[in-house]
């Protein structure tokens, strides 16, 4: 394929197939890469010399380049092209675990998967933003209004949120809505209650602009009649507890919103976007269920996207908006103009929402490798695996705990101990992240982490 314009290997499409097309054309394109007819180094065909040959859509054909990228067959140059990946180039994308040892396998929870990061979106978009000259004067407080335009719209096709009574702000990363949320509540130093367990990331950011009391979780979410009493707010991830996965009851969902009604308090969703599973029957969110002026919403891509990506919004009840306005110039800043339009561009092109399919699938798969590897061990419980790319291990007590998570060390396998998600009472055990592992790395880990319950006197129940 010396002729970039030129597609020099055969591809059959068929389009009575169930399998999408997209995948079609990876594996035609991966055989060819694999048996050699498409050497290492060779310049692929732009996907719009794909799309004319095949007669697909530009969208079948960057789909199918961001699976070759994910799983290391092809690399991008940046303002040269897409390559076959070479040998050296293909093993440090898709470099295998060595067994315990030799290589650390860090399974620590919360790490988007760089592999799968739609690389070819990313260009295009930031390609189309550079075409619109920065502003003269500085950038509205709430952000630019297409940006605003299109995070509404994701919102109400992924969540099925209606903003009519909300205003959408753009912020400088999600600590930074936070904060412009809590600022807005009017006291100098709220009291929060905080689901718990939760992200040590998210109680961490929190600390900052408030003091933080704890709502334990159990199967059906945050216990919304166990709220402290004198909370000025309550923050809750209804769609997805981490690290346990339960998900909030529409019972306890309207009970929260109960609450915020009775006390005045103000209900915050953080919503990263890291729950990955779009067939989740959907439930009526807080903020649809509860008084405009008493929930709210902070969220970003950085599950999505990378957590580097400084671009973050807050839902904000439209009489708090003016409060903070005020308090944008006051804060740490908003992203450039240019990160912002290509920001947009993402969302407009549908790049997040199909990404976001993708990543639902492969993170599916991992799952089904954690329930097969380490469900229905004796006196322990897999948390966690319905959604999301991170599992909660439950184990019987403290020293069990210390025990596994000491032999997994010094087997080569990090992991998070459960008890510093939690503020309140502990649960014991183990949180291991695994979307951003590949299949092989991931299979070896949980079979290191299989032997090693083996080895504490936890072996799999006869039922299992």
Request: hydrophobic share 40%; with cysteine; net charge positive.
């Amino acid at each position: 394929m010396r002729n970039p314009r030129r597609l020099s290997v055969p591809i059959h499409l068929e389009r009575d197939l169930p399998e999408p097309l997209h995948h079609q054309l990876a594996a035609q394109l991966r055989q060819a890469i694999v048996t050699g007819r498409l050497a290492a180094g060779t310049r692929m065909p732009s996907t719009r010399t794909l799309a004319e040959v095949l007669r697909i859509s530009r969208g079948v054909a960057l789909a199918a380049y961001e699976i070759l990228l994910g799983e290391g067959h092809v690399v991008g140059r940046h303002g040269s092209g897409t390559y076959v990946a070479r040998r050296e180039e293909n093993r440090a994308r898709r470099r295998p675990p060595a067994e315990a040892g030799l290589t650390t396998v860090d399974l620590t929870p919360d790490r988007p998967n760089p592999q799968a990061f739609p690389l070819i979106a990313w260009r295009s978009a930031w390609r189309r933003a550079s075409h619109h000259a920065p502003p003269d004067d500085e950038l509205p407080p709430l952000g630019l209004p297409e940006l605003r335009r299109e995070i509404t719209a994701y919102l109400r096709e992924s969540r099925g949120l209606v903003l009519d009574d909300h205003e959408v702000v753009i912020t400088a990363g999600h600590e930074h809505a936070l904060g412009l949320l809590l600022r807005a509540t009017g006291e100098p130093s709220p009291l929060v209650a905080l689901e718990d367990p939760a992200l040590p990331r998210l109680r961490t950011a929190l600390s900052r602009h408030a003091r933080v009391l704890p709502v334990p979780v159990d199967g059906d979410g945050a216990r919304a009649g166990l709220v402290p009493g004198g909370c000025d707010a309550v923050v809750v991830t209804p769609e997805r507890n981490n690290p346990l996965g339960a998900r909030m009851s529409p019972d306890r969902r309207r009970a929260l919103a109960a609450w915020a009604s009775a006390t005045g308090g103000l209900v915050v969703e953080p919503a990263f976007d890291g729950v990955f599973d779009t067939a989740a029957n959907p439930l009526p969110s807080i903020l649809s269920l509860s008084d405009p002026r008493r929930a709210a919403m902070a969220g970003s891509f950085r599950d999505i996207l990378t957590p580097n990506l400084r671009v973050a919004f807050a839902v904000v009840p439209r009489h708090l908006a003016e409060a903070v306005e005020a308090g944008v110039p006051a804060a740490s800043g908003q992203p450039s103009f240019t990160c912002q339009r290509a920001v947009t561009e993402l969302l407009a092109s549908g790049s997040v929402a199909r990404h976001v399919e993708r990543l639902s699938a492969l993170y599916a798969t991992r799952r089904k490798l954690v329930r097969q590897a380490l469900g229905g061990y004796a006196r322990t419980r897999l948390l966690g695996t319905d959604s999301g790319s991170a599992a909660a291990l439950l184990l019987p007590d403290p020293a069990v705990a210390d025990a596994v998570t000491r032999t997994l060390r010094a087997r080569r396998i990090q992991v998070a101990d459960l008890a510093t998600y939690h503020q309140g009472i502990p649960r014991h055990g183990i949180v291991l992240g695994y979307g951003h592992l590949d299949e092989m790395t991931l299979r070896r880990a949980l079979h290191v982490i299989a032997r090693t319950l083996d080895t504490h006197g936890l072996p799999r129940s006869a039922a299992a």
